[in-house]
C-alpha cells in the first residue's frame, strides 16, 4: 500500500432497423446492431511504499484489445383477427456481453495488489518480525502483468428468442402473454 490503478474501456454502438409491411394483417422489422468495444490503461504511477520503495509510472496502453461485432434483430407481428385487436409477435436477437474494466486490469502492470513474500529469520529470537529481518525476496505482486490476453478472445454472447399475444380488452387496456428463450 498505498496502490491505485486504472483501466478503461471505450464503447461505440450504432443501431438501425426499418420495417416493412408485408401484408394488410403482417409486419417485419428488421435491425442490425454494431458495438465496438476498445480497452485501455491510461498513464499511471504506482506511489512508493513499503512494497515499493520508489514511484513506479506504468505507459498508457491506448488499445489493450478491441473487438467490433455485428447483432441481427428481427420481429415480426401478424394481426390475427385483421381489426388490430388481437396480435401475435415475434422476436429474435443476438446481445454482446460488454467486456467491462475487469479484463485490462489483469493485464496491467500497475496490479491493484502489491507484496513481496521473503524467507525470515528471527534473528533476535523475539519470535516478532522486525524490519533487517528479511532475506531475498521469494516471491513478489505487483510491477509485471499477471497475465495476457489472447488476440483471438472472443466476446460471450446471448440469443433470445420470444413470442407473445396481445389482446386489447377495451381503448388503451389490453392482456399480453408470452415466453422467451434466452
Known sequence: APSMHRAGVWTYSAYGNDAWRLSDRTTLNLGLRMDRFRLFLPEQTHPAGRFSPTATT??????????NTLAPRIGATYDLTGNGTTVLKFNYGQYWVNPGVATAFNVSENSNQWWRRHTWSDLNGSGVWEEGEQSCPCDSR?????????????????RDVGGWLEHELFADLGVRSGIVWR
Open 58 to 67: 506504468f505507459a498508457a496502453i491506448d488499445n489493450v484489445i478491441d473487438w
Open 142 to 158: 505487483g510491477g509485471a502483468a499477471l497475465e495476457s490476453l489472447d488476440p483471438e478472445l472472443e466476446l460471450p454472447f446471448a
